[in-house]
């Protein structure tokens, strides 16, 4: 795939476009854990250290339409086409975050 | 939300098993190495020749509507300018896999003018079509053709209904343009910033393009000019695409594979279906019935497929699956091929009376493409 290399004139102009990148942090369990922690929270209107990683995203009443949401997102963090189902093979943030370290080759921490 | 999933399909019948058992035997294969490395050349001036050849017959049919002599001659001459516009994408696929040519350039410039008669930005058609190669007949993850289930149909909103159940049977000819929709002009779709970059910089192209062309088009020839001399070649170039990729890959003789079952080779070896055309059509269409060998080895360049997939079929006899092309295969796709059928793994047509399952494994599937 080729990458962009140039960010000024025309360039810069469509790479605003091209929205968020994901972090300059390496990406890793612990990123992926902390993103859908704060995305859980957002999602609720609660702060991030109500969110319980080990609870199920049923408990917090998430719904298929929020799910399909959060996965798309997820897709834009990992730059990986993702499974929309995700969220229901994976039911909390712990085995999410697990099986993407594993899927994905990543380090637990960066 | 359902926390637990259930390995679909729910009861696989005695074609799924036999049809796993050959994926399981191709599993660890280096398919690729079937196919003779000096296939992998490319000749630039034959992809040119193509292109050339594909775009005379694209402006001519459509010169040919403006002097015909009486209107009934508008739809064959359509057909004919649909057919130039597909052969181009046939072209812009090539170009995509870097098979055009050895440089990147140039295979970026023909990409982009080659799909300029169905306003399709190169750069969003090419990520796009390498989700497809990545995930080819996956029930979650490919971008082609997808079915659904018929238990996440019904969660559909009704215009999605009758996207999904139209472009599957008497709108079929227009199921291509509901993937352009989807993934063709929203560059927000693809998962990497550098692609949606790509992806906005293919569509400025094109709308520009599109706006000196319309208006040309409107100043020379008014607005009919556009309906007759551009809107109906591009209603026509889909129909050709539509139709051409809906065949690849669907048909109630092969499954979708959910992820518990689904792996590379067998999407790449198993699960197309070649047509054979008439050898003038296989000439204006680049070859790209001719579709196994493309899936195996996406860089041989599309006048090297045949005796690629010639190589193919004889290290891998009985595999390959090839038909005769027909209408009547294309009526029997729109007829029986509507959901995928959670017992079974395998299209199910709308007329099938309804089991009622839960929406299970797939109910999340529905929204997000």
Known sequence: MEQVQSSGGLLGFFKKFGGEAKPAEPLSGAVIRDWLVRRLAKQLSVPASEIDTSASFASYGLDSLVAVQVSGDLEKLVEQRLSPALLFEYSSIDALTNHLVAELRLPETA | ?369
């Open chain 2, 1 to 369: 939300m359902q926390q637990t999933l259930q390995r679909l399909p729910l009861s696989p019948g005695a074609d799924y098993n036999a049809f796993m058992a050959r994926a399981q035997a191709i599993k660890d294969e280096r398919l690729a190495e079937a196919i003779p490395k000096d296939l992998l050349v490319p000749k630039a001036w034959r992809g040119l020749l193509g292109f050339v050849i594909s775009y005379a017959l694209y402006a001519g049919a459509i010169v040919g509507v403006a002097y015909a002599p009486h209107w009934a001659l508008w739809v064959p001459l359509w057909l004919v300018a649909g057919l130039g516009g597909w052969g181009l994408h046939c072209i812009a696929h090539d170009c995509g896999h870097n098979s055009f040519s050895r440089s990147k350039t140039l295979n970026v410039v023909i990409g982009h003018l080659a799909l300029l008669p169905l306003i399709y930005p190169f750069y969003a058609w090419k990520h796009v079509h390498n989700l497809h190669h990545m995930h080819t007949n996956s029930l979650e993850m490919d971008t082609d053709w997808r079915p659904l289930s018929r238990a996440v149909y019904k969660r559909l909103s009704l215009w999605d209904r009758i996207v999904y159940m139209g472009t599957r049977s008497w709108a079929f000819w227009a199921g291509t343009i509901n993937y352009w929709v989807v993934s063709g002009i929203r560059p927000g779709f693809f998962p990497k910033k550098s692609m949606r970059v790509q992806a906005w910089l293919s569509l400025a192209f094109v709308l520009l393009v599109l706006a000196g062309y319309t208006a040309a088009l409107v100043h020379f020839t008014g607005w009919t000019g556009v309906l007759l001399y551009f809107v109906a070649p591009w209603l026509a170039t889909h129909a050709w695409f539509s139709a051409t990729t809906l065949m690849h890959h669907t048909t109630n003789e092969l499954p979708f594979l959910a992820s518990n079952d689904w792996n590379p080779n067998a999407s790449r070896l198993l699960l197309t279906t070649d047509y054979v055309y008439p050898k003038w059509l296989l000439f204006l269409t680049h070859n790209i019935s001719i579709h196994t060998a493309h899936h195996v080895l996406p860089i041989v360049p599309f006048y090297n497929l045949p005796k690629a997939q010639a190589a193919l079929k004889k290290a891998y006899p009985g595999m390959l699956r090839e038909r005769r092309f027909s209408f009547a295969t294309l009526w029997r796709i729109v007829r029986d091929c509507h959901f995928y059928d959670e017992r079974t793994g395998y299209y199910v047509s709308r007329s099938e009376p309804d089991e009622g399952f839960p929406a299970g494994h797939t109910a999340s599937l529905a929204a997000r493409d």
